[in-house]
């Protein structure tokens, strides 16, 4: 068993010694093959070296070369721009020259197509934004091409041109003072386009049947108003689309055309103005009709009794269609008792006239107190209004601020419109009814007096 051990040991340990002597020519073998591929890239890399340097000797070879061609290059062209600067100075002085010959040979015309080029300047700018454009539209290329003409100073207006500046120009006076009738493509306020009857009245107003119109210059096109101006001056359209040739009418002229026009479109209506007072303007509204309907109601009902009553003063037989003929009527029908049961029954007759006669009276002088009453309180509520967009946003735009005043002023003023007439109606209303109170009082007054004659 010894000897078998002893051969199995050595026959591992012989394998051992095999596989490191096999490990060790392997590492040689690499350590050559890495020292050759280093050798190689250092060969490379001083080849790479070598060819860098030469290109670098040879591109510092040329730079004297590239520096005198520069220079030469720099001298040649310094040589053109004095050749060039000379020449320049000749055209210069040739240039003078033949505006000093210009100027001798034009003599007085040079001041004529001085004025001759700012006219036709002023004359462009105001033609573009003028209504005959409509009419004339080919007029602007002409006096584009004429200010051109002179203020290039290489040609010379013509005779023609001169004429046909004053053409236009004496056309332009005489079109100032005419009205005419003509069709033109027209945007309505809805957006659409149609081919309306335009009348042109001067170089003033454009009008159609549906009011006032206007021209944009920049466009070349007639558009209506958004919103018309409201009164007289838009009836007169009307009146001017009507009329006979050779007809005067009453027109509303614009002589700004077009400013006063904006600013009448632009301010408020009477319906703006109500909004503009809120729910308290609304309220106010409200109360003043209601207030106007009863007084109206009791002015028309006191009117008629108070001429059914001077009717029954007039006659001798009462009538129950009156206060004073119902109060008659109790004192006939009590005409045997004692002078202190008349005067009772015909207090008592007139007491029931009462009611009637000063019904609604108190709702009126109600309406005058509670109108600038509630007016006020409109007021502040715009004010706190007016203060809270100043806290805002600031004082800086005032347009913030116009709604809040707007208010304040408006319900102000509806108050007063309201309380003003109510005023007014309580005052003639109660006078009417005063009236008849005196009328039943003094008759029963005297009544009691004839009756106590009688049995006294």
């Not at 100075?89 to 015309?109: M, S, V």
């Not at 207090?347 to 019904?359: D, F, H, N, V």
Request: net charge negative.
């Amino acid at each position: 068993m010894k000897r078998i051990t002893l051969i199995i040991a050595a026959g591992i340990l012989s394998l051992g010694f095999a596989t490191a002597h096999a490990q060790q020519d392997e590492d040689a073998r690499s350590m050559a093959e890495l020292l050759r591929l280093i050798e190689q890239g250092q060969a490379r890399d001083s080849q790479e070296a070598r060819q860098r340097e030469a290109a670098f000797a040879q591109a510092r070879n040329n730079q004297q070369s590239l520096l005198n061609q520069a220079r030469a290059e720099r001298t040649r062209e310094e040589n053109t721009s004095a050749s060039l600067e000379t020449q320049f100075e000749e055209n210069q002085q040739h240039i003078i020259t033949a505006r000093q010959a210009l100027d001798e040979r034009l003599g007085a015309l040079k001041e004529l197509f001085g004025v001759l080029q700012t006219v036709s300047g002023d004359t462009q700018g105001r033609f573009s934004e003028s209504l005959t454009s409509l009419q004339y539209p080919d007029r602007g290329e002409f006096l584009v091409a004429l200010g051109s003409k002179m203020a290039g100073a290489s040609s010379l207006a013509s005779i023609e041109d001169i004429e046909r500046l004053w053409e236009m120009l004496q056309r332009e006076i005489v079109e100032t003072g005419r009205v005419v009738r003509f069709n033109h493509l027209v945007t309505k306020a809805d957006g659409e386009e149609a081919d309306m009857e335009v009348v042109r009245v001067g170089v003033f107003n454009l009008a159609s049947d549906n009011g006032y119109l206007e021209y944009d210059a920049n466009e070349g096109s007639i558009s209506e108003l958004l919103r018309q101006p409201e009164g007289r001056y838009l009836s007169t359209t009307g009146d001017m689309m009507d009329a006979a040739p050779g007809e005067v009418v009453d027109f509303g002229i614009d002589v700004t055309r077009g400013s006063i026009l904006g600013l009448l479109v632009e301010s408020p209506t009477v319906r703006d103005r109500i909004e503009q007072g809120g729910i308290v303007g609304y309220c106010i509204i409200a109360l003043g009709i209601v207030g106007l309907l009863i007084a109206i109601w009791r002015w028309v009902g006191l009117s008629g009794d108070s001429r059914r009553v001077a009717a029954q003063l007039k006659r001798e037989t009462a009538s129950t269609d009156n206060p004073l003929g119902r109060v008659l009527a109790a004192y006939e029908s009590n005409r045997g008792a004692d002078t202190e049961t008349i005067e009772l029954k015909l207090s008592e007759a007139a007491l029931k006239e009462m009611p009637g006669l000063t019904k609604g009276l108190l709702f009126i002088k109600v309406v005058s107190a509670v109108a600038p009453l509630m007016g006020l309180l409109g007021t502040v509520t715009g004010m706190i209004k007016t203060f809270q967009v100043i806290t805002l946003y600031g004082a800086g735009d005032p347009k913030m601020m116009a709604g809040g005043i707007s208010q304040a002023l408006m319900t102000t003023v509806l108050g007063l419109v309201v309380a003003i007439p109510m005023v007014l109606l309580h005052t003639i209303v109660s006078g009417q009814s005063r009236k008849i109170v005196n009328i039943l009082q003094s008759q029963s007054a005297g009544l009691v007096a004839q009756h106590s004659e009688k049995n006294g």
